[in-house]
């Protein structure tokens, strides 16, 4: 801003002058977030609901677990940029991502991850897999497979 003013009208002015007027004009300084367009908050709601039912009715000698695909996104810093007060402010940079499955089995609380370089019915197969040879062994629980794809 300071910088603009000195080009356009010739006058110097400080940084902390030209942050006052950015503020006066109705603008702040803000972080750009991520937006996570396909999420669906009623289906999301709905899972929700739907688990903690389906945990108050399993029986003690079963486990649920919790199957779902996971992205970890590898952005570089999100830096600031000045917008409008109350304006959501969203990074549309592109960046790599890890991708992996990941299941939680309750009532347990253990966590088991896999990565993997694509979503596919193989990979999954191979997640489920390693969640059986895992279990099997070691318990003789039945198991409720839930896939949330909200």
């Given at each position: 801003?300071?910088?603009?003013?000195?080009?356009?009208?010739?006058?110097r002015i400080s940084i902390r002058t030209a942050i006052r007027y950015l503020h006066r004009l109705g603008f702040e300084l803000k972080r750009a977030r991520k937006k996570f367009k396909?999420?669906?908050?009623?289906?999301?709601?709905r899972f929700a609901k739907d688990l903690q039912e389906l945990e108050k009715n399993r029986s003690p000698r079963s486990v649920t677990v919790y199957v779902d695909e996971?992205?970890?996104w590898c952005d570089a810093s999100?830096?600031?940029i000045?917008?409008?007060?109350?304006?959501?402010?969203e990074s549309t940079s592109p960046?790599?991502?890890?991708?992996?499955?990941t299941a939680v089995v309750r009532p347990m609380g253990k966590v088991i991850t896999m990565m993997t370089d694509w979503?596919?019915?193989e990979k999954t197969a191979d997640f489920l897999d390693k969640l059986r040879i895992f279990y099997q062994p070691r318990f003789s629980y039945q198991?409720?497979?839930i896939q949330y794809q909200a």
């Open positions: 801003m300071a910088a603009f003013v000195y080009e356009r009208f010739g006058k396909k999420a669906d908050p009623e289906k999301q709601k996971g992205q970890i999100l830096g600031r000045w917008s409008p007060i109350g304006a959501e402010v960046s790599k991502k890890i991708l992996f499955y979503f596919n019915r198991a409720i497979l």
